[in-house]
């Protein structure tokens, strides 16, 4: 049998190190799905909707840093992958994209599931090309596989059937890609990186993704420069943990001593992040040294003193010798204590908790935390299970935090955790899922999980509502309204389906129940928490504007006669106040 187009497709992509393809099969993708069926080198994950399956290779590809391929057919199937897309467009991660085409015959006769996959994926995309010659193979694969993975993010490759199953010429059908570069900032700006933190009286830094594998380097310099440390949310995980100076984080999400750190130290290191809520961050009076190794990102948030390209760790290793030691003189020390005050008001809810009911979803989160492997990979719904996530759950150098923390879109924590169960087998993969996220998305793969006797566990807060978005709408000063729902029993759901089903009411079963949880294997496993609906999260620093908004909602609560509302959210959050 001669080679096929499809065929020299597979061969390229293994030899990228693509060893799994997640998807739905469909008539315009069948000369490729067959080809990898001969190929025998790549798992194909038969997922039941392809935007639950492009969420699983974004957190797969994230963890691993290994190229992840995903399909779907003509039409209908490549437009649920566009939300996952722009996930790994944010992201950063390589994902290749098989998306089903036309037969070139048919191509702009507005046939059925006709699109023109340029148009259609100019905004989710970091490179599109469309085979309508066997001729192009070699480099359109070339090209989509090396921009996915040297630029971050999907590439799509779109191949009409007829085009698929052609014989192929030919070529050398081999993928060999460059190695990444990890290269520190300039000598002219290390020195002034230097002169600016010698002449400070204090320093303060701020880390985000960019500091993964620079724990040690960003901690010495701390240390060297009695600064405190704050992250965002996707630096927490690499920053906090065996951290003397951690001070927690800023924004909404905030806690603990961060706020502060930020705005009154003379000099702001920003290490590797993008924090896109500028609020948050110092305007005047801190002079800020931003360090990333994409310059596009400098000074796009916050005018800085000193934009300076490199990598974090590179960058800090390089300049650890050339600042000069400074004492605490005090500003260290309150940040830190802060941060402190925050954990032990924090343990309101949390040592108590079994005494508190309905159930807290600080209780909840801080009992997984401590029942969790060290090595545990935890995957977060964007939506209040983030804010759990973020105050309540320890990482280390072996825990990680993923979610759709640019993005943001719904529904990615139960994907998520089945995409790196499969790159991990038999580690602990944990869904803090959102009751809206798991129904939209997570629900119906369950069955996938199910078939694939995978040990994913979900952790659903069971509020009936769209809480997150029930607390935007009151910092704005609306009354909540369209955010509450019916839901089902899921554990009673899951147990149909095939999986464990684990309901918690009472607080007293919360560790019992979640111990159960992450023991069980064999298959997926929901545990349905109904947590407490009127819990709110206080951040460190309340902008006056957030505290109008929800002084705003009350007042308007009370006159649409829901003074209930106003009165139990109140009851239930005394102890934040």
């Known amino acids: 049998m001669s080679r096929t187009v499809a065929d020299g497709l597979w061969e390229m992509l293994v030899s990228a190190g693509v060893r799994r393809c997640y998807g739905i099969v469909g008539d315009a993708l069948n000369p490729v799905v067959d080809a990898m069926r001969r190929n025998g080198q790549v798992d194909f994950v038969h997922v039941r909707n392809e935007e639950f399956g492009v969420f699983a290779a974004v957190a797969e590809a994230k963890l691993t840093g290994q190229p992840v391929a995903v399909c779907g057919t003509a039409g209908p199937g490549v437009a649920h992958l566009v939300n996952g897309m722009l996930d790994a467009l944010k992201e950063k991660v390589p994902v290749i994209v098989l998306a089903g085409d036309t037969e070139t015959g048919l191509m702009d006769t ?246 508190i009911s309905p159930i807290r979803p600080e209780y909840l989160a801080a009992t997984l935390s401590d029942l969790a492997d060290d090595d545990a990979l935890f995957f977060a719904d964007t939506g209040t299970p983030v804010i759990w996530a973020a105050r309540h759950i320890k990482y280390g150098p072996e825990r990680r935090l993923f979610g759709s923390f640019s993005w943001a879109s719904m529904a990615t924590a ?95 079963d919360v560790e019992d129940g979640l111990a159960a949880a992450l023991a069980h294997t064999g298959g997926p496993v929901v545990v349905d928490v109904l947590v407490d609906p009127y819990a709110l999260t206080v951040p460190a620093h309340v902008p006056a504007r957030t505290a109008a908004g929800f002084t705003l909602s009350a007042a308007r609560q009370v006159l649409a006669g829901r003074l209930d509302d106003v009165i139990e959210t109140a009851v239930h959050n005394a102890r934040l106040i």
């Open 110 to 355: 507005d046939t059925v599931e006709e699109l023109n996959p340029y148009r259609f994926f100019a905004s989710a995309a970091v490179y599109v090309g469309r085979l309508v010659s066997p001729d192009q193979l070699r480099t359109v694969v070339t090209s989509a596989m090396t921009a996915a993975v040297t630029r971050g993010g999907p590439a799509v490759v779109a191949l009409p059937g007829d085009v698929a199953a052609a014989d192929a010429r030919k070529d050398d059908y081999e993928i060999r890609l460059p190695r990444p570069v990890r290269a520190p900032a300039c000598a002219e700006d290390l020195a002034a990186m230097a002169e600016m933190i010698n002449g400070s009286d204090t320093v303060a830094v701020f880390g985000g993704q960019g500091c993964a594998g620079a724990h040690a380097e960003v901690t010495a310099l701390a240390g060297k420069l009695s600064a405190p440390v704050g992250y965002s949310l996707k630096g927490k995980q690499f920053l906090e943990h065996d951290n003397a100076n951690a001070v927690g984080m800023t924004g909404l999400l905030g806690y603990g001593g961060c706020h502060h750190a930020l705005h009154h130290a003379d000099v702001l290191l920003m290490l590797g992040t993008d924090f896109p809520f500028s609020d948050f961050l110092p305007h005047r009076g801190t002079r800020i040294i931003q360090v990333d190794r994409n310059p596009e990102r400098l000074s796009r948030r916050v005018p800085v003193a000193l934009g300076v390209t490199g990598d974090v760790r590179a960058t800090v290793s390089a300049l650890l010798p050339l600042v000069e030691s400074k004492p605490d003189g005090g500003f260290l020390t309150r940040c830190v204590e802060e941060t402190e005050r925050f954990h032990r008001r924090a343990r309101q809810y949390t040592d108590k908790g079994p005494r």
């Open 414 to 508: 139960s994907p998520g955790a089945f995409g790196a169960q499969l790159a991990f087998p038999g580690r602990q993969t944990i869904a803090l899922c959102g009751d809206g996220g798991f129904t939209m998305l997570g629900l119906g793969d369950l069955l996938t999980e199910v078939q694939r006797r995978l040990p994913v566990v979900h952790i659903v807060f069971n509020n009936s509502g769209l809480d997150f978005v029930k607390i935007e709408q009151q910092e704005a000063g609306f009354v909540p309204f369209g955010t509450d729902f019916a839901n089902p029993d899921f554990a009673a759901v899951a147990e149909a389906m095939g999986a464990r089903g684990i309901r918690i009411e009472d607080p007293d």
